[in-house]
């Protein structure tokens, strides 16, 4: 397990993160939602260089967004885009494609700005390398100041977050208990694992009683699984499993969908794709949701993984949850920054 330089303020994932830091940036963030309009902060010369290894709609603007808010400059830096492209390999020779190793780039940029967010998804073809986080782990080993994860090969604590200052917020404050439903969709193309695995542990954390929906061969990592249920033990609640999607919606307080890929993705791409083509009814509708509000954590294809029916709903919530992304952020780069 990775252990945090206790003198940086990086954020990793929130479970290398204590309750109280969860906590305390849980409520950090709702403050922000309902205080949205505060006196204007002076520029306080503070500056995040934004690395997108991989494209992103409310990462990006969120994260500019909430860094202007408190006073900062960003930079959104695309490598391969008008920057460099990276080597990620250590003891190659470099007379390839790309330009720049990542322990420059990082290390040169680590002198420039403030801090760093970080997108780097799961390569989706070396299961060691994205199981154990190893390219986000040596941009954390390079970097000298502050990195934020902004979603990795199997996290997207940014995300947790949003999610679950949403549910609390929702709920108001009630939510310990609650049904979430977890529910795999079809998708044409295979996605990585990083926001169910993320939204799996924030629900647990929660206290919520979480059921996963996925069809056979769609299971979540084992060490996931583990520590998903090291939290629900904690409440006193265990996590279920089923791939009986219908009778898994019935009386949900949330739904949250998201479409993931099957374990057999590294071994045999192909089989995967076949498999998960037979799931194509794996659609959240409307006779789903009964009571339950709706999240995904966009974007999201309509028709495809979610009905419109359900994203034009007024318990469609999915809007509201993207726009916690700007006030979890904001309590993210607080704590970087260690302005609380
Ligand atoms: N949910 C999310 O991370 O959105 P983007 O990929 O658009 O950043």
């Known amino acids: 397990m990775y252990t945090p330089d206790p003198r940086l303020k990086h954020l990793f994932d929130w479970h290398v993160e204590s309750n109280s830091t969860w906590e305390e940036q849980l409520s950090r963030a709702r403050f922000h ?12 010369f503070r500056s995040i ?5 991989n494209s992103s709609l409310r990462t990006r603007t969120s994260m500019e967004v909430a860094a202007a808010r408190l006073g900062a400059h960003t930079s959104t830096i695309i490598p391969g885009d008008g920057v460099w492209s990276m080597e990620w390999r250590d003891g190659v020779r470099m007379d390839g494609q790309p330009v720049e190793h990542i322990r420059e780039a990082i290390g040169v940029l680590s002198r420039y700005y403030d801090a760093l967010g970080v997108r780097l998804f799961a390569t989706g073809t070396d299961y ?3 199981q154990n986080e190893s390219r986000f782990k040596k941009v954390l080993e390079a970097a000298t100041v502050p990195v934020i994860n ?8 940014c995300q947790a977050l949003a999610d679950a200052a949403t549910i609390h917020e929702h709920f108001r404050d009630e939510v310990k208990g609650r049904r979430f439903v977890l529910s795999w969709a079809w998708h044409p193309r295979a996605l990585p694992q990083a926001v169910p695995n993320s939204a799996l542990l924030m629900a647990a954390r929660l206290g919520m009683q979480v059921t996963l929906a996925r069809p056979k061969g769609f299971e979540l990592a084992p060490e996931i699984m583990k520590l998903a249920d090291s939290y629900a033990s904690q409440h006193g609640i265990s996590i279920t499993q089923t791939d009986d999607q219908d009778a898994a919606c019935e009386d949900a307080d949330v739904i949250y969908a998201k479409a993931w890929s099957g374990n057999m993705r590294y071994e045999n791409p192909d ?11 794996w659609r959240i509708r409307e006779r789903h949701l009964g009571e339950a509000v709706f999240l995904h954590c966009l974007p999201a294809r309509r028709g495809v993984v979610v009905d419109d029916a359900v994203l034009n709903s007024s318990q469609a919530i999915h809007l509201l949850q993207a726009e916690f992304r700007l006030h979890a952020q904001m309590a993210i780069l607080e704590r970087a920054w260690k302005l609380l």
């Open 33 to 44: 939602y309902r205080n949205p309009n505060p006196a204007p902060r002076p520029n306080t």
């Open 271 to 281: 089989a995967e794709a076949v498999l998960r083509n037979q799931h194509q009814n």
């Open 150 to 157: 902004l979603e990795s090969a199997v996290y997207h604590p």
């Open 128 to 130: 060691a390398l994205d």
């Open 49 to 53: 260089g934004l690395v997108f290894f």
